[in-house]
């Protein structure tokens, strides 16, 4: 097979996403790279920081802690990630991110399989900065 329509990104060459809080990149998507089964991306959250409540009802999360510390809250929940540490985030689980810790935290993600619209993707659970939610109205879907 032939190697063709290899792109390399880097982080910084994605718009940053402050939608739910804190920064996140879809560095390696169907948008950047032309990816069919997910996408993958880094997560920073200054001390305090946090992306509020969501979930995925078709994508499972792979989350990698790379730097600082991070709290998970899976359906209320807490679980405490140190960097090196990552977990799974099982698809239409609600999952925020908190930085508990006194550094940036740094995280690469990768969800799959893809939703069959990127507005289908995600489904805001609480306020947050720039989400419906926010707006007056908190989405909630079937679980």
Known sequence: ???RNIRVIAVDDVPAN????????AVLSPGTVGSTSGFMGVARLQPGERISEHYHPYSEEFLLLVRGALTLDLDDKPFELAAGQ?????REVR???RNTGSEEAFA????GPLAPSPE???VDTEDGPGTRADEGHI???ER
């Open 1 to 3: 097979m032939a190697v």
């Open 18 to 25: 402050r939608k739910r809080g804190g920064e996140t990149r």
């Open 86 to 90: 990552g977990l799974v985030i099982p």
């Open 95 to 97: 999952h925020r991110l």
């Open 108 to 111: 690469v993600f990768h969800l």
């Open 120 to 122: 289908l993707g995600h």
């Open 139 to 141: 989405v909630r879907g």
